[in-house]
């Protein structure tokens, strides 16, 4: 059974950085394209950035050249790091496998980690 376990989020002034991490387990992710979905409040949840298995990141125009994310796939992990963050990036942050076209693969999510940046 696959699990992903997010953290790192935390409450931060418009402006501040944050970096979040998500492990899986039960499933080995090197062969798989693996991003970051957020859910702001009242909203659905959507992709914003993806890593291919050759490491290449691509991003949602929301938060490109804000954020960068990066795998190591011996830890199973992946991470966003996070700058010059705005109010409108407040969410829950979760990763699962997968890409653009196809999605997210897993149809169970992690418990995310909140991000609240305020004004």
């Known amino acids: 059974q696959v699990h992903m376990m997010e953290s790192g989020g935390a409450s931060v002034q418009a402006g501040g950085s944050l970096n979040l991490s998500c492990t899986v387990s039960?499933?080995?992710?090197?062969?798989?394209?693996v991003g970051w979905y957020r859910q702001p409040p009242g909203k659905a949840r959507e992709a914003i950035a993806i890593v291919s298995i050759f490491h290449r990141p691509s991003y949602a125009k929301s938060v490109e050249g804000r954020f960068t994310i990066a795998r190591d796939n011996g830890a199973n992990t992946v991470y966003l790091y996070m700058t010059n963050l705005k109010s409108d990036d407040t969410g829950v942050y979760y990763c699962?496998?997968?890409?653009?076209?196809?999605?997210?693969?897993?149809?169970?999510w992690g418990q995310g980690t909140t991000v609240t940046v305020s004004a």
């Open positions: 699962n496998v997968g890409d653009w076209t196809f999605g997210p693969i897993f149809d169970a």
């Open positions: 039960g499933h080995e992710i090197t062969l798989d394209p």
